[in-house]
């Protein structure tokens, strides 16, 4: 999971891109960038950390031009430390392309195979997106036949890396001298939506993004998502043209979008994320009214923030009273996007601070979004405890993660996982709560999909069932053994 823009302006787009960068920052925290340009030529400046960090006033200054892209990376391939696999990645031939992704390829080694043996290009680093630049690279390079690029060209191009490539992929690229290539998987795991805005005499100035809420903070018009395995491009003047590119595509979005990783004001595949989270908890309170002795509940309490709408209606349909016990810092970043276990767990209480006055001698009800590792639900239990409660209900808006995630959220081992190979009953205990009750995997999917016209979600997290087809238990032995560390 990562976060991406890129801008089209009759401006310069170094502060708008980094303005989006900002309101993505949630999709990842390990390292960011930002390309621009101005002609023909490229100037970019990437660094660890956050992006309130990462840009100097002279770095900014730097970034000439008025077509730009930024990225915000939560590593899920490649090193989460290695400074060389933040994003953009840049190739210079044909014309010179840089380009963001949001997503994992899952045939990475067949792919370096061929870019060594046939396509005779070198990599670098280890990241899946230096394969995608390079495997679109060698594509368009085919598909040129004179001094300019036609658009057909480049949807051609698309078409092959369709064809080449597996797994989740949001991606989009600068075309130096021509203009913004932004495409997406033919099965539309990862998002990504389109908006323009009028620039008066100029014309019409546009922005591809991960999720909406971007493009209505900046004043964009949400024109539609790109749709799955589709292609567009906009030229340097704000032209646009777009091409379905893929043979057979399927809309199958991340249910884990709407779970946990977008922000609640996002609206994805037509679906809003608020809406899908108070849907979550209407239903799951239907399952813990059938597991719960209602009389073992005093109060419902979020685990900030996500979880808060599902919350807020498991207490409304449940009739019980809603608090809120467990307060946020901030200036912490989420505990699932951070690199490593250890940091993860010491993140927990420097995050989250009980107060003691709504816990004690009370009976809880925490309701969370998701369970994944269960460090941080360890944790909570604990904390709850320890601020004097007299008996822990741990809920989960989402049904257990039991087998890894290869499109693009970092769950690549079982072992990880903490409902892996367990019981419920087993993961109560092992997360020290009285009661543990999961969202049901049906339930998980109705919420999410009522009243929209997409028609399956992609689950493999919960169920084992990969959309692709392509992913063998082979494959994931490989991702296990060569997980990051």
Known sequence: MCGIVGIVSSQPANQLVYDALLLLQHRGQDSTGIATADGSTFYSHKAKGQVREAYRTRDMRGLLGNMGLGHVRYATKGNANNEQEAQPFYVNAPYGITLIHNGNLTNTRELTRELFDVDRRHLNTTSDTELLVNVLAHELQAQVTGADLDPEQVFNAVARVHERVEGSYGAIALIAGHGLLAFRDPFGIRPLILGKRSAGLVGDEWIVASESLVLESAGYEVVRDIAPGEAVFITRGGEMVSKQCAANPRLVP??????????????????????????????????????TPMGDIDVVMPIPDSSRPAAMQVAQKLGIEYREGFYKNRYVGRTFIMPGQEERKKSVKQKLNAMGSEFRGKNILIVDDSIVRGTTSKEIVQMARDAGANKVTFTSAAPPVRFPHVYGINMPSRQELVAHGRRIPEIATELGADYLIYQEVADMQAAILEGSDVTALEMSCFTGDYVTGTVSPEYLAWVEANQLS
């Open 254 to 291: 991340c249910s884990f979008e709407y779970v946990y990783l977008a922000r609640p004001d996002s609206i994805m595949n037509g679906i809003s994320v608020y809406d899908a989270r108070l849907r979550l908890g209407d239903r799951l309170a239907d399952t813990i009214a059938q597991y």
